[in-house]
């Protein structure tokens, strides 16, 4: 059974960085297309950043562009999201995903607040 471990949260003020970990265990994260959502309160889920297999592409939402980076190390099973320049709007629960074909794997999520 693939777990997924968010961790790299906290309280931050505005214009800071964090850096999230997602910790894979129970595959390998190289066979895994891998995936940053978030969700505010009274929001919907939303895709944040993704990154392919492979590790040559990523995508990210036109909100994060610029200021959010995603990678991968498959030596340590491990996914990042290096954010910077962070805003109030940044604030809610960060999720990490990892998917292959029909499955999707979801971590607990780590909750991510900017203020002042």
């Known amino acids: 059974q693939v777990q997924l471990v968010e961790s790299g949260g906290g309280l931050v003020q505005p214009g800071g960085s964090l850096r999230l970990s997602c910790a894979v265990s129970?595959?390998?994260?190289?066979?895994?297309?891998m995936r940053w959502y978030r969700q505010a309160p009274g929001k919907e889920r939303e895709l944040v950043a993704g990154i392919t297999k492979a590790g040559g592409r990523t995508n990210y939402a036109d909100s994060v562009k610029g200021r959010f980076t995603i990678s991968r190390d498959n030596a340590v099973n491990t996914v990042y999201l290096q954010m910077n320049s962070l805003k109030p709007e940044d604030t809610a629960v960060y999720y990490c995903?990892?998917?292959?074909?029909?499955?999707?794997?979801w971590g607990r999520g780590t909750q991510v607040t900017v203020s002042s």
């Open positions: 129970g595959g390998t994260v190289s066979d895994y297309a």
């Open positions: 995903n990892a998917n292959i074909y029909i499955l999707n794997y």
